[in-house]
């Protein structure tokens, strides 16, 4: 027969596959592993008192670590998107700055300019 792996064990498994999705930058993998997770929790919900004290501080750190992953990605696509947007802005001014130091702003809709 085959065997089974444990609730928690699987657990953990998904949440390892969550950290290098989100380290990757696979946001597309993301959607899947939290269907997953949620299945695998609901099957754990019921094993809580008799999972090892260790296993559950093992998956509790392996969430922390991962929400923080979350977070930072967030932060990451809010900055790019936020980015872009200056970008596309067609009065955004980008600010240069000559080998004197003296600053001089620029549309960066501005395609006449050569680059050197």
Same mark, same amino acid.
């Given at each position: ?17 969550e950290r290098v ?13 939290? @269907? ?8 754990? +919900?019921? %094993?809580?008192?008799?999972?090892? =004290? #260790?296993? !559950? ?14 977070? @930072? ?5 809010s900055a790019a998107i +936020?980015? %872009?947007?200056?970008?596309?802005? =067609? #009065?955004? !001014? ?23």
């Amino acid at each position: 027969m085959f065997k089974r792996k444990s609730p928690a064990r699987e657990l953990l498994m998904l949440l390892k596959q969550e950290r290098v999705a989100l380290t990757l930058g696979k946001i597309d993998e993301l959607n899947e592993i939290l @269907s997953k997770k949620e299945t695998a929790l609901k099957n754990i +919900s019921d %094993l809580k008192e008799s999972i090892h =004290p #260790e296993i !559950l501080q093992e998956i509790s750190e392996n969430f922390a670590f991962n929400q923080m992953l979350n977070a @930072s990605a967030q932060r990451g696509l809010s900055a790019a998107i +936020s980015n %872009l947007n200056i970008i596309r802005n =067609p #009065e955004a !001014l980008l600010d240069t700055y000559d080998v004197d130091g003296r600053v001089k702003s620029k549309p960066f809709a501005s395609t006449n300019e050569k680059r050197v």
